[in-house]
């Protein structure tokens, strides 16, 4: 437990640090108490440093578009690796301020050439294609596992990964990222699957320093920031950060979305007659599911925020499916709607760290959706969905589910 400054709430309130909350439904409406009660509080731990919770909209985007305020370089994520954070820091995009921040950016942005995104694109529609077909000839499938092949898919192929290797990258992510059940949460093999995924990396990047590529592994090999090339360690750092990015939004929202669906029929019945409403589905569940839990900021100096000092130094956790379920900015925010419009959800961040990948993204959810609602009449679950245990990642480790053909495709 912990206390809240000023805050008069009834009850006990939960630690939102706590991984186990996000392993059991109902969380949505502790946020919702939280955020009428006080949308940014302190909470102090005995084990812990101690942070600062932003749960409103608003205060969301103050925090997120502020980063000459509000630093990444202290961290991404509440009690990460002390160690590993500061070798990471000022090299790893997503822990790295401006104005390097922008120079990286832009080396992997360079690596978009038409070229490859129209190749993207291309395999994006013949995976999701395959993934799905492949599920029908099973019939009985664990949505989290038809859901992580077009992602690792995708990754890979923008990173330069040779088709070939796509399948065993996708059983290192699913181990190295808290997907695979079967790896439990034993340290050791998540770590091992860490170690393949970099020396697979490097030896990767060794043959684009020789060989370019249009893949963002020779764009980093190539690039450089003030006229000086990025070091070994910068572009895996910057790897394994796409990597997980990369893998997991969308994953855990082609999840989400689904069971979202399955449970509210007759929005499936609408998105099916109104292909129009394609977009605006996307962005609904994108909203609904959020499944960045949290971002972490520090404060470089005193600021005001609301009506709160935060001090220099201070952690600030930005809990982004709690601000995309604002009632003062989202009408209903409970109900998944796939007409809602407009549709200003934090999803994909804000400000100097908005999500580097959101356009790759949003095409891969397009695409999946629009296969599968083309191929698949049906979706009835078998169990009951099993969510992480994790206060990062909003998602999902089994939903065992049985998929039913269209009539007419085959």
Not at 125 to 135: F, L, P, Q, Y
Not at 276 to 285: K, M, N
Not at 300 to 313: E, H, K, N, T, W
Not at 341 to 353: D, S, V
């Amino acid at each position: 437990m912990y206390q809240i400054t000023d805050a008069p709430l009834s009850g006990a309130v939960p630690d939102l640090s706590d991984p186990r909350h996000y392993a059991a439904e109902g969380i949505e409406e502790v946020w919702r108490r939280l955020r009428e009660a006080r949308p940014l509080f302190l909470t102090r731990r005995t084990a812990g440093a101690d942070f600062w919770s932003v749960l409103s909209h608003d205060l969301a985007g103050q925090v997120l578009r502020n980063s000459a305020v509000f630093s990444s370089t202290g961290g991404m994520r509440l009690d990460a690796d002390p160690v590993a954070n500061e070798a990471a820091a000022g090299k790893m995009l997503i822990v790295t301020d401006p104005p390097r921040h922008g120079g990286v950016r832009r080396i992997i942005n360079s690596g978009f050439t038409p070229r490859m995104v129209q190749r993207l694109t291309d395999n994006i529609r013949v995976t999701a294609a395959e993934v799905i077909e492949d599920a029908l000839e099973q019939g009985e499938v664990d949505l989290t596992r038809v859901a992580a092949r077009l992602p690792v898919s995708v990754i890979s192929d923008m990173l330069g990964v040779p088709r070939s290797d796509w399948d065993f990258m996708l059983e290192l992510t699913m181990i190295a990222f808290g997907a695979d059940e079967s790896a439990g949460t034993d340290p050791k093999r998540i770590a091992e699957a860490h170690t393949e995924l970099l020396v697979y990396y490097d030896e990767l990047l060794r043959l684009r320093r020789r060989e370019p590529q249009d893949d963002i592994v020779s764009a980093l090999a190539h690039g450089a920031v003030d006229g000086v090339p990025l070091t070994d360690e910068e572009i895996l750092l910057n790897c394994n950060g796409l990597i997980s990015g990369g893998n997991e939004t969308t994953r855990h929202a082609t999840v989400g979305g689904l069971l979202a669906l399955m449970q509210q029929p007759s929005e499936w019945a609408k998105l099916r007659a109104e292909a129009e409403l394609l977009p605006s589905a996307v962005q609904e569940i994108l909203r609904f599911t959020s499944p960045a839990l949290h971002v972490l900021r520090t404060a470089r100096q005193d600021v005001s925020l609301g009506d709160q000092l935060i001090r220099a130094g201070e952690q600030v956790a930005v809990w982004l499916p709690a601000a995309n379920r604002d009632g003062a900015v989202f009408a209903d925010p409970d109900r998944f709607d796939v007409a809602r419009t407009p549709n200003r959800h934090l999803a994909f961040a804000q400000g100097t760290h908005f999500c580097l990948g959101s356009a790759l993204a949003t095409s891969e959810l397009t695409i999946f959706f629009e296969e599968f609602l083309a191929r698949v009449a049906d979706v009835t679950p078998r169990e009951a969905p099993q969510r992480m245990q994790s206060n990062l990642i909003w998602g999902f480790t089994s939903v065992p589910v049985t998929l039913a053909r269209r009539e007419g495709r085959h």
